[in-house]
């Protein structure tokens, strides 16, 4: 399988709540680090890529937030005006009143016209190789198969007319998993692990485009092996309260029980984990990013989740 | 608009309890993944058990779990009783019932249009129409809709005595409490109208309009033709669509329904909820309480317990060959490694548990009432589970 570095085009997804933005900003951050001229695209705008690379407010022009590593966006209305401005030779600026309000309606009442313009733009930018990776903030796991299939939808609907005939070189690069990939984010956590296994199934059936790989966020470690934990058993017990809080000088019992906590926490999540590995096929690599102990946000974090994922993906 | 009920809590109200018992309609909204449905579920619960009455818990897509431990698996868009044999588990004799369902989106479309179409014929052509299945299906704004349609038609009903709605994850924070103005709108449009026109009447040149001449060259005659088609079947609803959805809006912001803003203390949830929670205040609706899931618990807070953790992992040769002796356990090396990890693990989590406990703190809020649920350490996977995090919404 083809690194996910090495693709020109990487779907990064996940059920709600799990660190996608995180995931995504730390594989462009770290692609960037290793020479690739990235750009971060967020298509639900809702600016977490800006606060997490604490740059300024990103737009639909790509602005260079680090060296190597430009961030977006996405305005299906702006790329429809791009679009119109490089295929029709339309002179949008005088008539965009009246084109937006007809684009407003077209794109509620015709499901994946607005999906059909967010991955048109991605794959012009991987057409025009002005990348050499673009990284997709995708969105959430309900809706990114309505994305990734869109040209397809949009073949069966519009049987003629410029968007028809600008579907298949979409489908052409989607459909290439030299070039293109979706990733997913989860968490060791019931719901997300069961939103992931759906997914993987769906994004096979349901679409052209290559599962890259399935990354686990907020692995909690394991703090004891299987003797440890007679010992730690044994550090609870009765027997040894007095003494451990003779030594420790206070009372111990918060600190056994949050590892108590911690032991426990770990073990639901290996549950799921263990289902989820089960479920997916196991030619799909799994990467591991551990639980951040922290409490800061923003770049240092991203840092320390791309030190994280260049591990995983051996480097 | 209908006069809002003032944001000071009166006497009574300031808990889930009380806010649950004066209201008719709750509706649970937040961020995705911050255990909305489970909360929605298990603050019904409470309510049928201690409260009484008929309370509904309108669910839209619940873990397998929560689902079986309600009773729904496999079962669709109507109410189901849950029956008291799973109070029972949980040791509860209920005061009132708990009715569940799940929102089946496609199912809750078509019934609707059951409901509007004028004729039979208009019915079974809008229902098989390719366009309509797409909007139903996939089209992201019907889910936010449709369920508060649904809302709506359960209450106008008269059946329950509360229902607790739980809100689809959506892109946007705000969009399901746009939405039934959103589709009015849309289906009021002079857009609209505009472009049906050339469709309805043979007598004007779809080529002399510039317009028609871009729309053309985009999407191709044919689609713009099913598009017209499609409007022009769904004209004959427009009137008790628009109505619909202004009477929806109207519902939600009487004064018998609330909102509960859920989320947990992760900065990007948190900061999403917030923004929910300005703009149900900005609406003038009533934001009846915030609840924070998953929160740490206090005792990893404790500054005593943070001088232990130090000494554990900081003195654990010595303190290993101390206790070696209490433990039984000759290999002092082993105790020293589960010392050194019981106090670095309780910093770890402190550092967590401090900096959630400073955003609680700094949270900006109007609601009545601020609710933190401790993190358990298990799933909730049975109608135990589900009381027992019911009783943590009640503050027990």
């Given at each position: 399988m083809v690194g996910l570095l090495d693709r020109r085009l990487v779907f990064v997804t996940g059920k709600g709540g799990v660190g996608k933005t995180t995931v995504a900003a730390a594989l462009a951050l770290f692609a960037s680090e290793h020479g690739r001229r990235t750009l971060l695209c967020e298509v639900?705008?809702?600016g977490d890529v800006a606060s997490f690379l604490e740059t300024g407010p990103t737009a639909f022009?790509?602005?260079?937030?680090?060296p190597g590593l430009w961030a977006m966006s996405m305005d299906t209305e702006a790329s429809l005006r791009e679009y119109l401005r490089l295929n029709l030779r339309i002179p949008v600026v005088g008539r965009i009143g009246p084109l937006a309000r007809a684009f407003d309606f077209v794109a509620t009442a015709a499901p994946g016209v607005r999906e059909i313009l967010t991955v048109g733009k991605l794959c012009y930018e991987v057409r025009e190789r002005h990348y050499d990776l673009v990284v997709v903030d995708a969105p959430a796991t309900g809706h990114i198969i309505g994305q990734l299939a869109a040209p397809q939808a949009i073949n069966e609907l519009v049987k003629v007319g410029l968007i028809r005939s600008q579907t298949d070189w979409m489908l052409d690069i989607l459909s290439d998993p030299q070039q293109t990939a979706v990733a997913i984010v989860t968490t060791p956590e019931e719901m997300p692990v069961n939103e992931t296994i759906e997914l993987v199934d769906r994004i096979k059936k349901e679409?052209?485009?290559?599962?890259?790989s399935v990354i686990v966020n907020r692995v909690l470690p394991e703090l004891f092996g299987r003797s440890e934990e007679e010992v730690f058993d044994r550090l609870c017990g009765d027997d040894a309260t007095e003494e451990l809080t003779r030594l420790a000088g206070e009372d111990p019992a918060p600190v056994l029980t949050a590892a108590r906590l911690a032991v426990t926490l770990r073990r639901t999540n290996a549950g799921h984990l263990e289902h989820l590995r089960s479920a997916v096929d196991p030619t799909v690599p799994m990467l591991y990013l551990p639980f951040l102990f922290a409490r800061f946000h923003g770049l240092r974090s991203i840092r320390q989740v791309a030190r994280s994922l260049g591990e995983e993906l051996g480097f | 608009m209908t006069p809002r009920r003032a944001q000071v809590a009166p006497a009574g109200l300031g808990s889930l309890d009380g806010l649950l018992a004066s209201r008719e309609i709750i509706v649970a909204c937040g961020p995705g993944g911050v255990g909305k449905t489970t909360t929605a579920a298990a603050a019904a619960a409470m309510a049928a058990a201690r409260g009484g009455g008929k309370v509904l818990v309108l669910t839209i897509d619940p873990a397998r779990r929560l689902a079986d431990a309600l009773g729904l698996d496999g079962i669709g868009n109507t109410e189901r009783r849950v029956p008291n044999e799973a109070f029972a588990s949980a040791g509860v004799t209920p005061r009132g019932e708990l009715y569940a369902a799940m929102l089946d989106t496609k199912e809750s479309w078509d019934a609707l249009i059951r409901h509007h179409a004028p004729d039979d014929r208009t019915r079974d052509e809008i229902l098989a129409n390719p366009l309509y299945r797409n909007i139903s299906g996939r089209f992201v704004q019907s889910h936010d809709y449709i369920a508060m349609e649904r809302l709506f038609e359960i209450h106008s009903e008269g059946l329950y005595d509360l229902i607790v709605v739980d809100t689809p994850p959506t892109r946007n924070a705000l969009d399901f409490l746009d939405a039934p103005e959103r589709m009015a709108e849309f289906f009021s449009s002079r857009l609209l109208r505009w472009l049906i026109v050339p469709y309805r009447s043979r007598l004007v040149n779809l080529a002399s309009r510039p317009f028609y001449q871009v729309a053309d060259r985009i999407l191709g005659t044919q689609f713009l033709a099913d598009i017209a088609e499609f409007f022009i079947l769904f004209q004959s609803m427009y009137d008790g669509f628009i109505e619909r959805a202004r009477a929806v809006q109207r519902l939600l912001a009487d004064r018998r329904t609330s909102f509960i803003v859920v989320s947990t203390l992760e900065t990007v949830p948190l900061r999403e909820a917030e923004y929910f929670a300005q703009a149900i205040t900005e609406r003038k609706l009533h934001l009846g309480a915030i609840v924070l899931n998953k929160v740490l618990p206090d005792y990893l807070r404790d500054p005593k317990g943070a001088v232990v953790a130090e000494r554990l992992r900081d003195r654990a040769e010595e303190i290993a060959v101390a206790i070696a002796p209490r433990l039984e356990v000759a290999d002092t090396a082993q105790i020293r490694r589960v010392l050194v990890e019981v106090g670095q693990n309780y910093m770890d989590y402190r550092l967590v548990a401090q900096s959630e406990a400073e955003k609680r703190a700094e949270l900006s809020t109007a609601a009545e009432t601020l609710v933190s649920v401790p993190y358990f350490?298990?799933?909730?996977?049975?109608f135990a589970g589900l009381m027992r995090l019911g009783a943590g919404l009640w503050g027990e």
């Open positions: 639900d705008a809702k022009t790509a602005s260079e937030a680090m679409t052209t485009v290559e599962l890259a | 350490d298990t799933d909730v996977h049975d």
